[in-house]
């Protein structure tokens, strides 16, 4: 039997991640705010100021804040003597609580409702200090996006995927996936908040990935805060009628059988199959009928993949669903991407130059 057992730096790791998903998503609001960031803490690092109903933000500054109380004022005098002696510490010194109302004591980030505050030093994540720490963060921060967005947060249980990856194809016959659609490079397909979209408590990603991007796709994966348990291959046959001769296993007859499709041409060498990765993300109910994991189905149009994948994963795998890249909509799923109708708004991130071939559809 195996214990998790939750740190304090666990616990700073959650809390940190959390609150630099809610200045992402007001990033997405007010881009002019992605300037006031540092460079040490990233741009969604330092905090936004932000006043609501329902949550408060404040930037933490280097300089103490200004305060016409006693300890403010020497609050001051203590800086700046931290200054002239050459700044020998690593943080400057801490400052002497006041009335709770005083601009030296108001957190960096209050929810309201819950009381739950956070205090940083110059970034979020550096020496955190927590009060009232919720049992639920991710819903209260989604709470706190929604005010900011006007539109509810939705946590996906399961997420089908097929990045435009930059397959530009070798040689001079220009051959590549560039041909048929807009294509992204891998730090931008990364940058994706496919971490955002997913529910914390438990979320399996079906993600395709090619041959000269797997490694690419793994860390993908890995980066949106999924670990990569299994796979399944996808060889591109056809489904013939055969007749099988009586042999020491079989007494022969007419069956099915898969026949492969002429492969590609390939550099490296003649490819026939693409793969999809399975991916979880914190704790996923095991499906109720367990598919085979080759899958054998023609090929289609440039990046179509089969429908069977989709049907096999609405069948085991529970809602909310999505599929990303996705270029018509289907029942009982989400869509995203730049030729489907009703797309989804990535929570926290600009356009990044979207790509149009919407592969999984």
């Not at 530009?168 to 931008?188: E, F, L, N, P, Q």
């Not at 796709?217 to 670990?227: L, N, Q, S, T, V």
């Not at 296993?249 to 550099?267: K, T, V």
């Amino acid at each position: 039997m195996s214990v998790k057992v939750i740190t304090a730096a666990t616990v700073e790791s959650a809390i940190t991640t959390e609150l630099r998903r809610l200045v992402r998503a007001i990033h997405a609001v007010r881009p002019e705010t992605r300037d006031l960031g540092g460079l040490l803490g990233g741009s969604d690092g330092y905090g936004v100021p932000w006043e609501s109903a329902v949550f408060t933000m404040r930037m933490h500054t280097e300089d103490p804040p200004e305060c016409d109380c006693e300890p403010g004022r020497q609050d001051s005098a203590n800086y700046q003597a931290w200054i002239d002696a050459g700044r020998p510490q690593h943080a400057p010194p801490k400052h002497v609580p006041c009335s709770l109302d005083c601009a030296n004591n108001l957190p960096n980030f209050r929810h309201h409702a819950t009381g739950f505050e956070v205090r940083w030093h110059k970034w979020i994540g550096r020496s955190l200090e927590v009060v009232n720490l919720p049992a639920n963060l991710p819903a209260v921060i989604d709470e706190c996006i929604a005010s900011v967005t006007g539109r509810p947060v939705v946590r996906y249980r399961t997420i089908y995927a097929d990045p435009p990856w930059p397959e530009r194809g070798g040689g001079k016959s220009k051959r590549g996936a560039d041909r048929h659609y807009k294509v992204m490079t891998v730090r931008k397909i990364k940058a994706l908040p496919v971490g955002d979209l997913a529910d914390p408590a438990g979320c399996v990603l079906w993600l395709w990935a090619t041959g000269n991007y797997l490694a690419d796709a793994i860390d993908c994966a890995r980066e949106w805060g999924f670990r990569v348990v299994n796979f399944r291959p996808w060889v591109k046959a056809v489904m013939r009628e055969v007749m099988i001769p009586p042999g020491l296993q079989s007494n022969g007859g007419e069956c099915f059988a898969a026949l492969p499709q002429n492969p590609g041409l390939g550099q490296y060498m003649r490819c026939d199959a693409e793969i999809l990765l399975l991916c979880v993300r914190g704790k996923v109910t095991m499906p109720p009928i367990k598919t085979r994991q080759t899958i054998y189905a023609p090929r289609g149009k440039h990046s179509v993949k089969p429908d069977c994948v989709r049907v096999d994963i609405q069948t085991n795998y529970s809602g909310p669903r999505l599929e990303m890249f996705a270029r018509q909509r289907h029942e009982g799923w989400d869509a995203f991407g730049d030729q489907v109708e009703g797309s989804i708004v990535l929570p926290g991130a600009a356009q990044l130059e979207l790509g149009a071939a919407c592969p999984t559809s």
